[in-house]
């Protein structure tokens, strides 16, 4: 069904998921997650003719874990996108996201524009948008996590008692569809964010963000002028719906698909909506003149 990689990035192991052939797409998963995010969508887009990459971010899981704040800024996760685009023998790819990594591969689509196909995004705000929501309060309510998680090794801590409790609780809790997570699935998550470093590294995605100032997202408001596909499970508990909103004139060739009855894990709650929504809209390059 699929094979484990490995691959060097600017010094960092990359540990990845390679499935199918075709066009090439990169699937960058959220926090606290890691490729197995992908498990529904990987198969279902390899059997559709499509080469899939489903790395562990890094930080997460099997990749590499470096110290410090600094790594997990914007810039360095770009530049290991377009590590695994040159690794994979391309210089273009599709691109997904869901949750951080979509937020990932907004910029990657607003600093490297010739590198990206198509652009599939997951329950993950557009910069611009998330900066202006961000003030309300809303969306400043449901966000109180990241700013929680600025705080010193007391966030691990947390999230590490009780044999990563709370981890288990949200994956349990928050989805709508009964069993998108099993026991198994669970575990899995579990055994990941244990990984020595991990859990840390994780988090530091928000710190490096909160680094970069609040005001840096607001100025990404360059068109993205590729096919843009927005998928939003709108029963998000992180996420308010106004998110959708307002995107024109930075997404100019945007599609939104909304999903009722879906949480902010999508593609664990109605993957075979999401599925096939992906499949249709990236199949669609291959009769706009642009074949792979």
């Known amino acids: 069904m699929w094979t484990h990689r490995e691959t060097n990035v600017a010094g960092v192991r990359l540990h990845y998921v390679?499935?199918?052939?075709?066009?090439?797409?990169?699937?960058?998963?959220?926090?606290?997650?890691?490729?197995?995010?992908?498990?529904?969508?990987?198969?279902?887009?390899?059997?559709?003719?499509?080469?899939?990459?489903?790395?562990?971010?890094?930080?997460?899981?099997?990749s590499d874990k470096p110290r410090g704040i600094a790594p997990y800024r914007l810039d360095r996760l770009v530049e290991d996108v377009t590590g695994l685009i040159r690794h994979a023998g391309e210089r273009s790819a599709h691109v997904a996201g869901h949750d951080w990594g979509g937020g990932v591969a907004w910029c990657f689509a607003l600093r490297r524009p010739k590198e990206v196909r198509r652009l599939v995004v997951l329950n993950s705000p557009h910069p611009a948008a998330f900066a202006r929501e961000l003030r309300t309060p809303g969306q400043l309510v449901r966000s109180w996590y990241m700013f929680f998680f600025q705080i010193p090794r007391l966030p691990e801590a947390l999230i590490r008692a009780e044999?990563?409790?709370?981890?288990?609780?949200?994956?349990?809790?928050?989805?709508?569809?009964?069993?998108?997570?099993?026991?198994?699935?669970?575990?899995?998550?579990?055994?990941?964010?244990?990984?020595?470093?991990?859990?840390?590294?994780?988090?530091?995605?928000?710190?490096?963000?909160?680094?970069?100032?609040?005001?840096?997202?607001?100025?990404?408001t360059a068109p993205?002028?590729?096919?843009?596909?927005?998928?939003?499970?709108?029963?998000?508990?992180?996420?308010?719906?106004?998110?959708?909103?307002?995107?024109?004139?930075?997404?100019?060739?945007?599609?939104?698909?909304?999903?009722?009855?879906?949480?902010?894990?999508?593609?664990?709650?109605?993957?075979?909506?999401?599925?096939?929504?992906?499949?249709?809209?990236?199949?669609?390059?291959r009769t706009d003149g642009r074949l792979a």
């Open 18 to 62: 390679e499935a199918g052939d075709g066009p090439l797409i990169i699937l960058l998963h959220g926090f606290p997650e890691f490729w197995y995010a992908w498990r529904h969508q990987i198969p279902a887009l390899a059997d559709a003719g499509f080469r899939v990459l489903a790395p562990d971010m890094r930080g997460y899981n099997l």
């Open 163 to 220: 044999g990563f409790g709370a981890l288990r609780r949200t994956l349990e809790r928050d989805p709508l569809r009964p069993g998108a997570f099993t026991p198994a699935d669970i575990q899995e998550y579990v055994c990941a964010a244990a990984q020595p470093g991990a859990l840390t590294a994780a988090i530091n995605y928000y710190r490096a963000a909160f680094r970069d100032g609040p005001g840096e997202a607001a100025k990404m």
């Open 224 to 285: 993205i002028r590729c096919p843009t596909l927005l998928l939003w499970g709108e029963r998000d508990r992180y996420l308010n719906g106004r998110l959708t909103q307002g995107l024109e004139a930075w997404v100019p060739n945007l599609r939104v698909e909304r999903i009722p009855k879906a949480s902010h894990w999508v593609q664990a709650d109605a993957p075979e909506r999401v599925n096939r929504l992906m499949i249709d809209f990236l199949s669609e390059e």
